[in-house]
């Protein structure tokens, strides 16, 4: 039988070991030994109309000032063109500063600057992604071709790429578009409902005709419109955005966010607005090339919100002293929340319970001061639909999880959600998994062969787990002679498990094992033998615990009357894991 076992438990822990080493190999490379990827913005933001009849926008430009300090905090390098008006001149004057007027001249001249860095980074050996941001108007021409409206010109769908995605010379291009125009307190964005409509068509057909690294994420409403909210001086879906990219929508903590938990995060942020006329619908393209490709992250360091898990969470909005809205999140119960903040002196921290000053060194202490009740003015059905239901839903990893399960995309990996020092962020999963066995007994023996296993698994590199197993099981009556088979058996296991709320898993394992036959009168086994299992199943997560149905095969070497001898035993398994 020792011919026979060696072998076998050694084809079964090289096997293993090939796993762990090409999937460590492929994790490593991608996040120890390669340099994080470089990141470059180009914000193109423009106010004004075309079309004689339809109004200039109010916000497109503070949008766009937004959207590039957002980028600059996260560490992306920039470039933005709008022309401003009075008031936002007025107000970022400073951050104004160089910035060009959007035409088509100057969007070549950016991009084609921004391409020679580009150009350089990846031939150095770095990865490059590369956001395009677009707010302004869009519409239909006579020809029925949409386009985006530039300060001299028109970018329809095939300027897009011909001018802006096939010259960047990025490893990935991630377009963010949020194309409208303004009436009133909220103003309809995108008078013509088909342009959003055609823009989503196009972007599909060209990711996947022949642009596999192209991402592209916008908003529409049941009109095909998205929107602009004087109380935040911006447009809802780039402010909800926003507030996503600087750590609003990170569910797992790993400081990046993807396109999973940008939608998400939106989608939450945006589910209480009741108002037919001011909810929004957001679409995400994410790079067929790599789905859970993420958008930024790491973030440097500077002045970060930190709010620990709390048993209610938190409705909070952060503004600056002159009243800009810098970010809005809302903080699930039992969750940490770390938001990423524009470098200001001072900020206005709101929540439907109060309001506080903060400096920004008692965000760097740790210091939140006692909030004092708030002043709120509220104007009109639309804009009374937004303020009680923009980000009134909650965000964290349970919504985050049913919404993913529900649109089918990929999910992010929780396995390194680990906070130092901050228990509040502790993993939710132990890694511990009770399961009851059902299989054939051992030594050939009758019947069915009925146990329990416990099991104990950690998150290694990417989607690498290894841990350890126990496991009994009865065989009453398995022989003629009444005689009555128990097995135990302890092995350390290896294996891959998939991400996501309804996951496969595979694993392996080897070790020691103990078989006991007890006969009328007198009892016999082998407590020096040796088994190896492989096993493969599904996971289902629900909440904090998980349920766990596998198939399993394991070949245990057993000494009987002074011959070792191997076995081959089939079962099943199912488990209750936390």
């Not at 879906?237 to 939608?263: I, M, P, T």
Request: with cysteine; charged share 25%.
């Amino acid at each position: 039988m020792r011919a026979l076992a060696v072998p076998v438990l050694g084809g079964v822990l090289v096997l293993w070991l090939t796993c762990w080493a090409t999937v460590s190999l492929a994790e490593t490379g991608a996040t120890s030994s390669e340099p994080p990827p470089v990141r470059r913005a180009l914000v193109v933001a423009y106010n004004g109309s075309d079309s004689p009849g339809m109004p200039p926008l109010r916000y497109a430009d503070d949008d766009g000032v937004r959207w590039m300090e957002t980028f600059q905090r996260l560490g992306v390098d920039v470039v933005l063109l709008t022309v401003a008006d009075a008031d936002t001149a007025e107000a970022d004057r400073e951050r104004l500063t160089g910035v060009r007027v959007p035409t088509l001249a100057a969007l070549d001249e950016a991009v084609a600057s921004l391409a020679q860095r580009n150009a350089a980074d990846r031939a150095a050996g770095r990865t490059v992604d590369f956001l395009f941001v677009y707010v302004g108007h869009g519409r239909t021409g006579d020809s029925a071709r949409a386009y985006l409206t530039l300060a001299d010109g028109r970018l329809d769908q095939e300027a897009l790429y011909s001018r802006v995605v096939e010259r960047a010379e990025a490893d990935y291009v991630h377009l963010l578009v949020d194309a409208c125009h303004a009436a009133g307190v909220v103003g309809s964005r995108g008078a013509d409902p088909l342009v959003l409509r055609r823009l989503r068509r196009a972007l599909e057909q060209e990711q996947l005709a022949g642009h596999p690294s192209v991402g592209a994420i916008f908003a529409e409403s049941n009109e095909g419109e998205t929107h602009e909210w004087s109380r935040i001086r911006a447009g809802v879906f780039s402010h909800a955005a926003r507030s996503a990219l600087l750590g609003g929508a990170d569910v797992n903590g790993d400081g990046r966010v993807e396109y999973s938990e940008l939608d998400a995060f939106v989608a939450a942020a945006i589910r209480g607005v009741k108002s037919p006329q001011a909810r929004l619908a957001l679409r995400t393209f994410p790079p067929t090339l790599s789905p859970s490709r993420a958008l930024i992250g790491p973030v440097p360091d500077g002045p970060r919100l930190d709010l620990p898990a709390t048993p209610r969470g938190a409705r909070i909005s952060v503004e600056d002293t002159t009243g800009v809205r810098l970010a809005d999140a809302h903080q699930a119960a039992g969750e940490a929340l770390v938001l990423a903040l524009p470098k200001r002196e001072a900020y206005w921290l709101r929540t439907p319970g109060g309001e506080a000053r903060v400096r920004v060194e008692d965000l760097r202490e740790g210091r939140l001061p006692r909030p004092s009740p708030p002043e709120v003015a509220r104007r009109g059905a639309a804009e009374e639909s937004l303020l009680q239901g923009l980000f009134a839903l909650p965000f964290g990893r349970d919504f985050y999880e049913g919404y993913v399960t529900s649109t089918g995309g990929p999910a992010v990996d929780f396995s390194e959600t680990v906070t130092p020092g901050d228990p509040s962020s502790l993993p939710r999963s132990l890694g511990l998994e009770v399961g009851l066995t059902l299989g054939a007994p051992p030594l050939g023996g009758r019947g069915v062969a009925r146990g329990l296993s416990l099991a104990w698994r950690v998150p290694g590199p990417g989607i690498v787990r290894w841990g350890a197993r126990a496991s009994y099981s009865l065989s009453p009556d398995a022989w003629v002679d009444s005689a009555t088979l128990q097995r135990v058996s302890v092995l350390a296991m290896g294996g891959l498990s998939g991400r996501g709320t309804l996951a496969p898993f595979a694993e392996v394992g080897a070790g020691w094992l103990m078989t006991v036959v007890d006969r009328p009168g007198r009892r016999e086994g082998d407590s020096l033998g040796l088994t190896a299992r492989g096993a493969a199943g599904l996971r289902w997560r629900a909440g904090d615990f998980a349920v766990r149905g596998a198939l399993g095969l394991d070949f245990d070497g057993v000494r009987v009357d002074g011959h070792r001898s191997g076995r081959w035993i089939p079962g099943v398994e199912f488990g209750l894991e936390r």
